[in-house]
């Protein structure tokens, strides 16, 4: 080995030392591990940063601000609430769960799927009386799956896609991960429906702040308008969307006040007192069309900016013993009142008149601009961040419609991803579907980071000839192998590392080596890139190796052991579908 070589493998080898250390965060990491690597001169001053400019770097931003912008529409919700009304055995659920996530993995992060139905699969949990845990775990080995299928699906696809036009000229196109993935899907959804219960029952026993407020009930007033979709139905019509966590406390029909009996008939102009659970109360609203309580806030409104917030009344504020009708909030501050959570007591008057007192929780809706000063003012602490759409306009299918555009431009070859997506996030900006300050928190900067650092310490593998000194060792150890015991040499190992890396920095260190291993036994490359690809995106054994298994870690409650109990068997699954399927669509010779 000559110096550049063994400094090379120093600097990844601490890296991965560091990475599986876990003690600092993986961008803090990279970030290091490319000072390292110039200082040793491994990587020239010039090329330090080319990392921040490359396509990968891009097009996983831009489908993280996409995933968003659909996450946001609550199109998905609303689809499952109008197609599968009463679905409520947990084998059902647990099906139309995984189908649905693994499809929108393939059109966007697979992360950001997850995140689009984990709130589906708290409601299914709550209808039925099962631990999320029995969800949630297969939801994201559903997600990991899912990714497979296209080249923006999950982030060492779009390497590979990038590694292959370095050494053919080509890039693998959007639907070329298809076959096989689609037949991966396939195979491990089936799989994971009829042995989820390979995973015990777990409870979350440390919810976070976020959960815990959750749990709050809030008091609101919604009207049945001209147009609304329950206008004529039955008032348990209406609350069935709220999945038992919203009830009607009274209706209220010009001047007199009727009770909520079920099957009371609603009319255009009724309003409607409702208590209940944030969420549960936004699908109710938004899913009937419903008219919250207030006024338009037309500043907000254009500048993008329209929000709602949670906020506590303290013993100082002036808002004690005042109702909002007294306070003229929007004539006076151009603020909301949307609904009130008061502990202990249930509400039953309506919302402009109740008199506030200090501990009440308030959901407040205006601009971000006026809500600051109104919280200040009035002496309201705001509670723990989290999104609160109650309130909040959503752009119905426009998402949706931008999504389709990226995915037809691009598939028909007219732009490339980066562009095509790119163009995307920027459309979800210009139609409002995302706030424009909500757009930075949708994008994971250090996963960008690591990605934009790692791209020039990875390539040093290449640059110093190190990657084809791992090929030639491998390449003797496969020397004898058949194609398929090639394969499933580089599918395992890829498989073995991810656990213990980020799912893309195994790629960016895997790939160069799997080109030259398929180089040295005179094989095709394309073959060895997918089987990296897929070994990095299927980490079916810890909480660690990928976002989406991390996401649901903590909620479902889960132990670091039940990971490869229902992940081993799949991971070896996945193994013996992989190679002959790989070797069908890309045959090696």
């Known amino acids: ?62 489908a993280l601000v996409v995933s968003t912008g659909v996450a946001r529409s609550g199109i998905v919700d609303m689809a499952i609430k109008r197609f599968f009304p009463n679905l409520d055995k947990p084998h059902l659920q647990l099906a139309l769960l995984l189908i649905v996530v ?39 080995f559903a997600a990991l799956l899912g990714g497979l299928m296209t080249q923006i699906g999950t982030s060492p696809n779009i390497v590979v896609s990038r590694l292959r036009e370095e050494i053919t000229g080509a890039p693998f196109t959007m639907f070329d991960f298809t076959p096989v993935g689609a037949t991966l899907t396939l195979v491990g959804v089936v799989f994971l429906i009829f042995f989820h219960w390979l995973v015990p029952e777990r409870q979350n026993e440390n919810p976070s702040l976020e959960e815990a407020l959750d ?58 007192l409702l208590e209940g659970v944030p969420d549960a109360l936004d699908r109710v609203v938004t899913h009937a069309k419903l008219k919250l309580s207030g006024k338009p806030i037309p500043e907000a409104r ?53 008199t506030l007192r200090a501990g009440d929780v308030l959901l407040l809706q205006g601009s971000r601009r ?57 459309a979800m900006v210009v139609f409002r579907v995302i706030p424009l300050v909500d757009v930075y928190k949708s994008l994971d900067a250090p996963i960008l980071i690591m990605l934009a650092a790692l791209i020039p310490v990875s390539d040093t593998l290449r640059t110093t000839g190190a990657s084809d000194l791992i090929a030639g060792w491998l390449g003797d150890f496969a020397a004898h192998m058949p194609p398929f015991g090639a394969l499933a040499l580089m599918l395992v190992t890829a498989m073995a590392v991810t656990p213990f890396l980020n799912n893309a920095a195994t790629v960016l260190v895997m790939g160069p080596i799997a080109a030259s291993f398929a180089e040295a036994l005179h ?24 976002q989406c298994n991390t996401l649901v870690f903590g909620p479902g409650g889960y132990r670091f052991s039940d990971y490869p109990r229902l992940g081993l068997p799949l991971s070896f699954i996945i193994i013996v579908v992989s190679v002959p399927v790989l070797l069908y669509v890309w045959p090696a010779l």
């Open 302 to 354: 254009a500048e993008g900016n329209l929000v709602s917030i949670e906020a506590v009344i303290t013993a100082e504020s002036m808002l004690i013993g005042l109702s909002a009708r007294q306070l003229s909030l929007w004539n006076r501050r151009r603020v909301n009142l949307l609904a009130v959570s008061r502990q202990g007591h249930k509400l039953t008057e309506r919302l402009s008149e109740v």
């Open 102 to 140: 693994a499809v929108l993995s393939a059109f966007i992060k697979n992360i950001g799927a997850l995140a689009i139905m984990i709130p589906v699969a708290f409601q299914f949990a709550r209808k039925t009386g099962k631990s999320p845990s029995l969800y949630l775990m297969p939801m994201s």
């Open 523 to 546: 094989y095709k490359p394309e073959a060895f890139l997918m089987a990296v690809a897929i070994g990095a995106g299927c980490d079916f054994l810890t909480p660690i190796g990928h």
């Open 215 to 272: 749990l709050k009930t809030y008091f609101s007033e919604a009207t049945v308008v001209e147009g609304s979709n329950f206008d004529g139905k039955k008032l348990n019509e209406l609350l069935k969307l709220g999945d038992g966590e919203v009830v009607a406390t009274a209706i209220l029909r010009g001047h007199s006040r009727m009770s909520p009996f079920p099957d009371v008939m609603l009319k255009a102009g009724d309003t409607i």
């Open 370 to 426: 006026n809500l600051p000063a109104f919280l200040q003012e009035f002496s309201c602490l705001p509670l723990a961040q989290r999104d609160i759409m109650l309130g909040t306009p959503r752009r119905g299918y426009v998402p949706l419609l931008i999504l389709a555009a990226a995915m037809g431009v691009t598939a028909a070859g007219l732009t490339p991803v980066s562009v095509a997506f790119f163009c995307a996030a920027l």
């Open 1 to 62: 080995m000559t110096t550049q070589q063994i400094l090379s493998f120093g600097v990844i080898g601490l890296m991965m030392a560091i990475f599986i250390w876990d003690r600092f965060r993986y961008d803090i990491v990279a970030c290091c591990a490319l000072v390292l690597a110039v200082a040793a001169g491994l990587v020239p001053f010039g090329k330090a940063f080319s990392g921040f400019g490359d396509d990968i770097v891009i097009i996983v931003g831009s």
